[in-house]
């Protein structure tokens, strides 16, 4: 058994002058492949946000969610390599979700 911290983020789909963001999505799942050994596309998600201090709603359209479970110090990385990368975004959502487990199937009976 191995086990880490599992984390998502949420990357937009497109920039906010509406252009695809497909290779800096590409770069990024590239350096979480290399650094984190891997991630779990979640699909496409939606949602709004509300701007505490003003009341104005941000909805949110076609955010990539990707779960990855590594190291603290990695995950960091992950993020500020995600802030280069959407360089127009004010904010990028990141959540640590817990811990995550992987179980090796034991040699013979269980």
Not at 20 to 26: D, F, H, I, P
Not at 64 to 82: K, M, P, T
Not at 91 to 108: D, E, L, M, Q, R
Request: charged share 20%.
């Amino acid at each position: 058994m191995t086990g880490a911290a599992l984390y998502e983020i949420l990357l937009p789909a497109q920039d906010n002058a509406g252009k695809s963001t497909l290779t800096a999505r590409e770069l990024w799942l590239q350096r979480a492949l290399d650094t984190a050994g891997g991630f779990t596309d979640r699909g496409i998600v939606t949602g709004t946000w509300k701007d505490e201090a003003t009341g104005i709603l941000y909805p949110n359209e076609a955010q990539h969610s990707y779960h990855v479970a590594c190291e603290e110090h990695i995950w960091l990385d992950l993020v500020y390599r995600a802030h280069e990368l959407f360089p127009d975004q004010a904010a990028i959502y990141t959540a640590n979700i817990g811990f995550a487990f992987i179980y090796s199937k034991p040699k013979g009976d269980w």
